[in-house]
């Protein structure tokens, strides 16, 4: 407990919390209580005001990971209290839903927090990974085109400019952010109807929220935004049968795609005895990986809020902005991107 009050001491450091600021934590149920208690003792220790807010156990959700449902959508003073924070620890994982978006926007910061300490601490946030994070938001903010290709024939072409670059490196110190601890990459979405191309999934590929590699190639035709086909062997009917699972055509819809950056991520960690549980936000900040997601880009302002959701992390891709190079065979190439000694 002493290691993890310490480590959340540092993160709220890092989240420029000071005295006199109002920390809020959020759990529910009895997840990550244990988290709770260290991040309100650090919180204290700074001198901010903390509380726990817990909200009730979470009922069933049918199998399915349903992002943007949260336990907040029936308690509107929870949310009122949330709004009245300088920052928000979420335990519980708001992101893309309606409730986070509504914090936000008062100004509240969000650090959501749910990795296992093994990875918080391993993957622990510095300024030098947000410095090189803000250069890829630099790159994106100023290009029109992102395009990915890898050796089994992915060459899928984004139109960007519609939607914002999103940085996310582990903390939060600037009124209304959100960000993720651990994390480590940027990424921005295509024009509604501005993505078009082939991507196929190799062997070793990362299905997320699944949790698992891929096994055999997978080829998916996206056309004007949407996925269109998606063909292959197991991979491919367990990736279709789960989005046909949330009967909803937007969970075909193109959303986010960026790159990793943090150098510390391992492409490995989803395998057991060494996988610690949590979401996978390792193998989504893994240095020089490309993830596009599929699903909801209401977090980018768009549209599509559907509940089905998935990031899928590929390996040994070519990425590039107005057709200069970013990414070459899984490696970053631009200069001010590489940490020090890479």
Not at 148 to 174: H, K, M, S
Not at 269 to 288: D, H, K, N, S
Request: charged share 25%; glycine share 10%; proline share 7%.
């Amino acid at each position: 407990m002493e290691f993890l009050t310490e480590l959340c001491r540092k993160q709220l450091e890092l989240s420029a919390v000071h005295e006199e600021e109002r920390v809020v934590v959020l759990s529910q149920g009895n997840e990550r209580l244990e988290y709770a208690d260290a991040f309100l003792s650090a919180a204290r220790s700074l001198g901010a005001h903390a509380y726990h807010l817990r909200l009730p156990a979470p009922e069933g959700s049918g199998g399915n990971w349903s992002v943007g449902e949260s336990g907040l959508a029936a308690n509107p003073e929870a949310v009122e209290a949330l709004k009245r924070a300088d920052m928000v620890v979420d335990l519980v994982f708001l992101l893309f839903s309606e409730e986070q978006f509504a914090v936000q926007n008062t100004g509240t910061r969000i650090l959501t927090t749910v990795e296992p300490v093994e990875l918080l601490a391993r993957l622990f946030p510095t300024r030098e990974l947000r410095e090189r994070v803000e250069v890829g938001q630099e790159l994106l903010t100023k290009s029109s085109t992102l395009r990915f290709t890898n050796a089994l024939g992915t060459d899928v072409v984004y139109q960007l400019g519609r939607y914002p670059a999103v940085t996310e490196y582990g903390y939060t110190d600037e009124p209304g952010r959100w960000d993720h601890w651990p994390s480590g990459f940027v990424f921005t979405g295509g024009t509604d109807e501005g993505v078009d191309g082939r991507i196929v999934l190799s062997p070793g590929d990362v299905l997320l929220p699944f949790n698992s590699f891929v096994r055999s190639p997978v080829e998916i035709t996206v056309e004007q935004g949407f996925i269109t086909d998606i063909r292959g062997d197991l991979d491919a009917k367990l990736l279709s049968s789960y989005i046909e699972s949330f009967e909803d055509p937007r969970g075909y819809g193109m959303s986010h795609v960026g790159w990793g950056l943090n150098q510390h991520a391992h492409w490995h960690g989803l395998l057991p005895p060494t996988f610690p549980g949590g979401m996978g936000m390792e193998p989504r900040a893994v240095y020089g990986n490309v993830m596009f997601s599929i699903g909801p880009n209401n977090e980018l302002g768009g549209p599509n809020d559907t509940p089905c959701h998935f990031d899928i992390p590929m390996r040994d891709c070519d990425l590039y902005l107005d057709d200069e190079p970013v990414v070459r065979g899984g490696d970053v190439v631009v200069p001010e991107m590489r940490p020090a000694g890479r």
